[in-house]
């Protein structure tokens, strides 16, 4: 009998249901959940292609003390040691966990409990703080509470979709396709985007604003004056249901006060401006989404409260088809701040500086010394760490040595640290490598919780696959360790079930209304009913006991009033401007296909095709002001730090902006980090980094030499300067540049192949003169290795290279091919991969186009699949059509 799990995806804030199926021969297919409400069954080519991603290859299967493996009882004795002691010697703001949006809620909830409960401090903070926080204080200061108001489906009766710093067609497909399908079948309905590039989301786009990087505000205050001009208020709702309008409005018209000087500051048409200004004054129901863009700057906070008070000037919130809507970066991220798992708040949405709030907590959790003040937030934290002040971190389920903001000195505060646990499933990344303890984790498939998604959606994560080797999962290990501590009475749980009976018990405690989050009404359920607990928005409660779709519907809000509050802003432009010495701007974010810092998806095959190293999007004048051609290496420079990138020169951005990915680390590439060039800018009010806008400058990387190279083995390039390594489906596919080429080339090659003399068969090609050199390992008849040195790799196809890593023996023909350097009669190559979904590349969708008369999108996915499942490759299949 075929078993099928239903689970949820682990990438983005979308909450996908997935199907997980075993099939014969221990395979797992991956499929969607047609009955999820998320996503009715579509996966994003991510989600797609999750079972490659499901293998052991480089996973932490078991716990490990300075290099050395240790048991489970030795590694918590040693971590609850190391915790205690520096508790004992220098008090419990020594001590820091800094976890992540990956971590299911019980796991989270039980972290916070043992960190603001019994070790009695706030320094716990999650990374979501680098994608969140602006959202969750914008929501707070208007609000009262941290509640999205809107459901997907509101994307849907929207008139108006609004997308504000957010490239959804990329980083949330499943909810960007719900919206583009309005858009082609209803008539009338609009979509805005307001991005500084021109984005996949701007191909369905009636209106591109693309506004100078940091202006935001501006223009959402420009909206907010001109609403109040053309008498666009609710004057009922906002008289009955808002206060501080006035102050708000007079701090619009100062820095906002004409759709003229908004078009100047933000460097956009006037005519542009007016235009979205009338549609948003004309269109009853506007959801306005947002998302990094918004937040990652360091005044977020105060552009997300910018966009709310448009939406309760216009009284557009709580009812169906409008509001504002914050979609999630990370899939529990709204899980983490339910329990209060960012360090300036207490879990069930309760406030560590109210004190009747922390006596509550403090009596239902029966704990010794409750945290008394908020913790350090990220940036901080680690600050912290690296002057002294923190003596031990405890890191869960994420990769701050590539996230975290000048990254360079994050990882000096690290190398500092006296005690550095790392939970993870992961051996290798670039935060183990600090790490004193490591713990092994259970990972996706191996995980039982829950996660709430970016409508407050609660769903169930299963687990369909065994624990491997001596992975635990995380709810388990931090509470082996609270037990060891001493508070074995307070961590009794022995499954994520008894977890959530307790926090959802807590979150209607003494709770008549006041705190929007409240699931009591699931506080009682058993262990079946666990298991099977179905899809739920929060509140959850005996009156609502099937969920709340919309909040506010009432006009009540968790303020201490009652009522919404407009926030005046006076906008700020970002920290640092560009100057002579650095005279572009950084935008940093996610490609199509990758996510964080590639510990999952740059192990698929598929996923690697799209984009397989980091790419910097140069406009051509700029391109043109450094010298710099398209396709070739170069460095980006700012006062912190270098990166290196391969140019991709384009129009879809404004002239003196860049943008690199933020994926790459030292697992995948040499200097391939975009956080080793970012200030360390926060919010003042959120804490979030300012990951938006950085000053740097291009220069052309002009290498002595250049190879590519295939393995099946890991390779170790110190010879190069430049390295970059991505997944192929039985190899790994090595492009790499230098300085100086080594001496003797043909022994450089044979140690770095791995060649094993009397073993292995060596091809070798060598001219010397024009240093061409082309060599491969061919063992038991398959090829192992293959590497070539040469000016250009025009002929060498990719493709087709990784293709003979699955043939069971390598051909005469290969082999002569790989001696000329060119795939002698195999024809061009493929191309890159367009589809991630169903793995069409670009020759076969250029070829369909050319001899069966393609003429549209949907006639390429009749014929090839392209574009049909998540559809964020549509605007790329455009692109490839014939201009008509």
């Not at 099946?712 to 010879?719: F, I, K, S, W």
């Not at 996915?861 to 490839?880: D, F, H, V, W, Y």
């Amino acid at each position: 009998m075929i078993e099928t799990t239903k689970t949820n995806c682990p990438y983005c804030g979308v909450g996908c249901g997935v199907l997980a199926k075993r099939e014969p021969g221990n395979g797992i297919a991956i499929t969607g959940n047609g009955e999820h409400p998320a996503n009715f069954g579509k996966l994003c080519s991510k989600g797609s292609a999750l079972g490659e991603t499901l293998g052991l290859e480089g996973r932490l299967l078991s716990p490990t003390i300075d290099g050395q493996r240790a048991d489970w009882e030795t590694a918590l004795a040693r971590v609850a040691a190391g915790l205690g002691d520096t508790i004992a010697q220098h008090g419990p703001d020594a001590v820091a966990f800094y976890v992540s949006g990956q971590l299911l809620t019980e796991d989270y909830y039980v972290a916070n409990k043992l960190m603001k409960g019994f070790i009695g401090s706030a320094n716990i903070d999650t990374n979501s703080r680098l994608c969140m926080a602006s959202s969750v204080a914008g929501h707070k200061r208007a609000f009262g509470a941290d509640a999205v108001p809107c459901s997907y489906e509101d994307l849907e009766e929207a008139d108006l979709v609004v997308l504000a710093g957010s490239n959804a067609a990329w980083c949330h497909p499943i909810l960007y396709q719900r919206i583009a399908a309005q858009q082609s079948t209803s008539a009338g309905k609009k979509l805005v985007v307001i991005d500084p590039r021109r984005t996949a989301s701007c191909s369905d786009a009636d209106l591109h604003l693309a506004l100078k990087p940091g202006t935001d505000a501006i223009l959402f205050n420009g909206l907010l004056a001109y609403l109040d001009s053309h008498d666009a208020i609710d004057m009922h709702f906002v008289n009955c249901h808002t206060e501080g309008l006035r102050e708000a409005l007079q701090a619009a018209k100062q820095s906002a006060a004409s759709a003229a000087e908004v078009a100047a500051l933000c460097g956009l048409s006037q005519d542009d401006v007016l235009r979205f200004f009338d549609w948003f004054t004309a269109t009853k129901k506007t959801v306005t989404v947002y998302s990094q863009g918004i937040n990652q700057s360091s005044s977020g906070t105060d552009k997300v409260n910018a966009i709310i008070n448009c939406h309760l000037f216009t009284g557009r919130i709580g009812r169906p088809g409008m509001g504002p809507f914050s979609f999630t970066g990370q899939p529990n991220a709204m899980g983490g701040r339910e329990v209060g798992g960012m360090a300036n708040q207490l879990a069930a949405h309760m406030e560590i500086e109210n004190p009747s709030h922390r006596e509550r907590v403090q009596r239902f959790w029966g704990a010794p010394g409750l945290a008394e003040k908020p913790g350090l937030k990220a940036v901080d934290l680690f600050d912290a760490i690296g002057d002294g002040r923190v003596k031990a971190v405890w890191i869960m389920a994420t990769n701050p040595a590539v996230s975290l903001p000048d990254g360079d000195r994050m990882r000096d505060a690290l190398r500092a640290c006296d005690l550095v646990i790392l939970s993870d499933c992961v051996r290798r990344t670039d935060t183990a490598a600090f790490a004193d303890i490591l713990l092994p984790a259970a990972a996706w498939g191996e995980k039982d919780g829950t996660v709430t998604n970016s409508e407050r959606r609660l769903s169930r994560q299963r687990a369909f696959l065994p624990l491997p080797g001596e992975a635990k999962p995380d709810w388990w290990i931090v509470t082996q360790v609270a037990r060891r501590m001493g508070f074995e009475d307070a961590f009794p749980f022995d499954s994520p079930a008894a977890i959530f009976r307790e926090h959802a018990t807590l979150s209607g405690f003494e709770n008549s209304g006041a705190r929007a989050f409240d699931i009591s009404s699931l506080a009682e359920i058993d262990d079946d009913a666990y298991d099977s607990l179905m899809p739920v928005q929060w509140p959850v409660t005996r009156k609502k006991p099937s969920g709340t779709p919309r909040l506010f519907t009432d006009g009540r809000f968790f303020t201490a009033s009652g009522k919404a509050q407009f926030i005046s802003i006076t906008p700020r432009l970002p920290a640092h401007g560009p100057d002579d010495e650095f005279p572009l701007v950084l935008n940093t974010g996610r490609t199509r296909d990758h996510w964080h810092t590639l510990t999952r998806t740059g192990i698929s095959p598929r996923l690697s095709q799209h984009d397989s190293e980091p790419i910097a999007d140069i406009h051509p004048k700029d391109a043109e002001k450094a010298g710099i051609q398209d396709g070739a290496l170069i460095r980006a420079t700012s006062h912190l730090g270098e990166m290196f990138a391969r140019a991709r020169i384009t129009k879809n951005l404004r002239e003196g902006d860049v943008f690199l990915p933020m994926h790459w680390n030292d697992q995948f590439a040499a200097k391939g980090r975009a956080d080793a060039l970012i200030d360390a800018v926060c919010d003042p009010v959120s804490g979030q980094p300012e990951l938006k806008h950085t000053p740097v400058r291009l220069t052309p990387y002009a290498p002595q030499w250049k190879a590519l190279a295939f393995s099946r083995q890991p390779l170790a390039l110190e010879a190069a300067t430049y390295w970059v390594r991505s997944a192929e489906v039985e190899c790994w596919r090595y492009e790499f540049a230098g300085d100086a080429l080594p001496d003797d080339p043909e022994s450089w090659a044979r140690g770095l192949l791995g060649f094993k003399d009397g073993k292995d068969e060596w091809i070798a090609y060598r001219d010397t003169t024009s240093q061409h050199y082309r060599f491969a390992v061919i063992s038991g008849g398959r090829l192992q290795a293959c590497l070539f040195v040469v000016p250009d790799f025009a002929s060498l196809s990719r493709s087709w290279l990784a293709s003979l890593f699955a043939e069971k023996e390598i051909s005469p023909a290969a082999r002569t091919s790989l001696l000329a350097g060119a795939m002698l009669g195999a024809g061009e190559d493929d191309g890159p991969m367009i589809c991630a979904c169903y793995g069409v590349r670009r020759k076969q969708i250029t070829a369909a186009i050319e001899t069966e008369g393609l003429a549209t999108v949907e006639a390429i996915g009749e014929r090839l699949q392209a574009g049909t499942s998540c559809g964020s490759c549509k605007p790329e299949l455009r692109n490839l059509l014939p201009e008509r």
